[in-house]
């Protein structure tokens, strides 16, 4: 299966294309000035010129060019075309099949990525055009960051702005970082939910990012790019007062933005340069200004990974990619100095020398016995989008875990009957219909006026609700602290599945009946649609987890899907565990994980 990454960018577009079978790379290259008359593709050496006065004309080149007589495309065709997009912001999150709606969410995250996003949406549209029969698939820079704790992600500042704007942490180069953790586990041949890693991004942008268990709890960059290290024209952290008094002093927002974001970093620093390698050379050669850049770029650096091992309780690998991760022996050495009492030390001769590229992508630099590994990895972030393409174009598992994006309401079930006829016959009269006090959230089922009572050899419960409509066999549905009260002890099962549960009296104002079977505590559940089904990525029938947030924060496991046309979205938890997590009808929760797939 072939797979075309395109990273398209506001001034060139840059491609890659793969045979997933082996991942070999079958070719690679870029248009150039892309938007004016010069447009250049540039591929294995040659330069040609190509009608690229649009991202669309200069696609057209590229497919020609890759579909030609004898080219990469040849007659196999493209399983799919996969897309960088910076900011999915909270609601794309997995690898996703490009839509019109997925279009419009993608214009909407602009707002956090303005130099980024509004270009890739130009890049998805005309290449949907041109290759109208293929699967396009979106993946996301903020994607692998998705599964931050909510402690991490939260800014100190009025939570509406949060829960009304979206406004968050969301970090990026997510492709790279977990590049970075696969190949680093796979060197180190521990499985990735064995391992703490700090892994840096060390490019034109930069960032670090803290990896646990295969999963980032926490990074550097914010709700922009802009937060955390210090970048190429990008400032990085600064005291947020800063913008405010520039405006007092008459900047404009354009002038600000442009501050920080362009004219800041290495570049604002030295006055020398973006590159570092420029910034580098001046230093060497005695400019302070330039050597002051690189040591508070270095501090910086430094000062994340402390921090970082501290949020791990610990590291056993620190891993460098990027530009200047990659190739900068200089900075690994001075920011690992002094990094002896976290277990970190290097082989001089290894950092020097070694180099990612020569040993197939990853390379170690840490002395022998250093507890703590240092590598070096050639990152691959077009391998890893089109990895992420497949995994979406094989199987999606759309994991939306924000209880913001994709809110589940929770029903909470206090304790009730379902009556048979024959027992509201006995409890009620003879053909008695039970009344209708109020709907409950699933279509067609009420709570009615009527009400019985439960006695149990231990105690009496009064006035317990019932739902209509009746049903073959009577069913009371408890919670354990009212299973204690009536002196029962029945079994956690699902609604309908009575066999060896069981039994009560039931009294009513015509009379009592004692049923032998019927009591259960109630197997929690969701009640969702098809669709529901297929935006969440869950099957009817699977196990999956849920997460609370609030003052009783928890995962809450062993939760059955149940999907039927019929059913809302709905979440029946018992009074024991809502209280538990301090849930009411009022409360939503969001979707984990799947603990256990039904099949
Ligand atoms: P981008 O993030 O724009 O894709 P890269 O990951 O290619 O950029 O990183 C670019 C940075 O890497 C530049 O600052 C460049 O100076 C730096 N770099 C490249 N090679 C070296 C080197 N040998 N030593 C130090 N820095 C280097």
Known sequence: MRVLVLNVGSTSVKYNLYEMDTEARLADGRVERVGTDEATHVHGGANDRVDGRTAEGALRAILAHLSREGGP??????????????????QLISPTPIDDRVESIIEECARYAPLHNPVNLAGIRAARAVFPAVPHVAVFDTAFHAQLPAYAY????????????????????????????????????????????V?????????VTAIDNGVSVDTSMGMTPLEGLVMGTRAGDIDPALPLLLARDG??????????????????????????RDVQRAAEGGDPRARLAIDVF?????????AYTAVLGGADAIVFSGGIGENSALVRRRVCEGFIFMGVALDDQANEHERAADHGGIVEVSAKRAPTKVLVVHTDEERMIAREVMRSVVGPTAV????RARPIPVGVSVRHVHLSRADC??????????????????PGQFVTRETVDLVGPKGELRGVAIINPLRKQTQVELARTDAFALGVSPPLRESGKLDGTPGLTLRGPAGS????????????????????AKEIGVNDRDMIKIRVEGDREMTIGDVIVRVSPDYALDLHVDTDEANAAGLNNESVVAFEGIQETAS
């Open 73 to 90: 495309l040849g007659s196999t065709g493209l399983a799919a075309v996969g897309h960088r997009v910076v900011h999915g912001g909270e």
């Open 154 to 197: 939260t800014y100190a500042i009025p939570h509406e702005l949060y829960l009304e704007k979206g406004v968050r942490r969301y970090g990026f180069h997510g492709p790279s970082h977990q590049f970075m953790a696969l190949s680093a586990a796979e060197h180190l041949r521990t499985d990735l939910s064995r391992l703490k890693l």
């Open 199 to 207: 892994t840096c991004h060390l490019g034109g942008g930069a960032s």
């Open 251 to 276: 900047m404009t927002f354009e002038q600000i933005d442009e501050l920080l974001n362009r004219k800041s970093g290495l570049y604002g620093l030295s006055g020398v340069s973006a590159d570092f």
């Open 298 to 306: 270095v501090h910086r650096i430094r000062k994340y990974i402390g």
């Open 400 to 403: 939306i875990r924000s209880v």
């Open 425 to 442: 016959d006995a409890l009620f009269g003879a053909g008695y219909e039970l009344t209708k006090r109020r709907d409950v959230t699933q």
């Open 513 to 532: 009946v004692k049923i032998e079977s019927g009591v259960i505590l109630a197997h929690r559940h969701v009640h969702m649609s098809p669709s529901d």
